[in-house]
């Protein structure tokens, strides 16, 4: 079975453009989470849906950032416009269960350089 | 909001010593998950713990969750060079009760 999907796998762009990351959850998973990663703060929790509804958005770093899910199948976070600051690996990850305290299984990420 | 503190936050072992990396919580957690990263991978889903004082074994590793279910021990016997990575764990908190990951605990194993 095809695990969490990410695209793209790297994404290297200047400031003030706009970046959008892909993630294709496990099909029949019910919960999709975005995840930042960084040496110094660690894997923090961006935002989350359950069935495709955004529950809890409060550590989405600004108005710069914004989350999606469509359908059960897609999501997308943007950063717009980006800033060398928002250089970190993001993950998406999702669970069979609904809610943020179950079983996570992640993506392979996607490394974004912002210069 | 609520922390999950994890120590050590690096262990440097040879092949064949044991390791143990510790997850405490100042309030009552209702699970506690471990999740491992290799180096350059993302994290994967080892075990959730749920009941007080629980115990569980996958192979070598052994995890442990405390009587008040305010910490939690990851154990190790044996290590092998496979071992390597960064060992999390996650339990409830932050100003929304979601889940929290500690910040790590990075294995070396010496061959």
């Known amino acids: 079975d095809a695990g969490v999907i990410q695209s793209p796998r790297h994404e290297v762009t200047e400031m003030g453009q706009e970046v959008t990351l892909r993630c294709k959850p496990i099909s029949g998973h019910n919960s999709l989470f975005w995840y930042r990663q960084t040496m110094m703060r660690g894997l923090e929790l961006l935002i989350y849906f359950n069935n495709n509804v955004p529950i809890d958005d409060s550590g989405m770093p600004e108005d710069r950032f914004s989350a999606k899910m469509p359908n059960a199948s897609f999501s997308t976070l943007k950063i717009q416009p980006s800033e060398p600051r928002d250089s970190a690996v993001y993950f998406c990850?999702?669970?069979?269960?609904?809610?943020?305290?179950?079983?996570?299984?992640f993506g392979p990420g996607t490394r974004l350089t912002v210069t | 909001g609520q922390q999950v503190m994890q120590i050590p936050q690096y262990q440097h072992v040879q092949e064949g010593e044991d390791f143990t990396t510790y997850c405490n919580s100042s309030?009552?957690?209702?699970?506690i998950q471990w999740y491992k990263q290799r180096p350059g991978g993302h994290p994967v889903f080892l075990i959730q713990l749920v009941k007080s004082g629980e115990v569980k074994k996958q192979k070598r590793l052994t995890f442990q969750f405390g009587e008040a279910k305010k910490n939690s021990s990851l154990h190790i016997t044996a290590t092998q060079t496979t071992d390597v990575g960064t060992y999390f764990c996650a339990g409830e908190g932050g100003s929304q009760g979601n889940l929290i990951f500690g910040k790590g605990t990075k294995l070396s194993v010496k061959p």
């Open positions: 309030t009552t957690l209702s699970n």
């Open positions: 990850a999702s669970s069979p269960f609904v809610g943020p305290l179950n079983e996570q299984y």
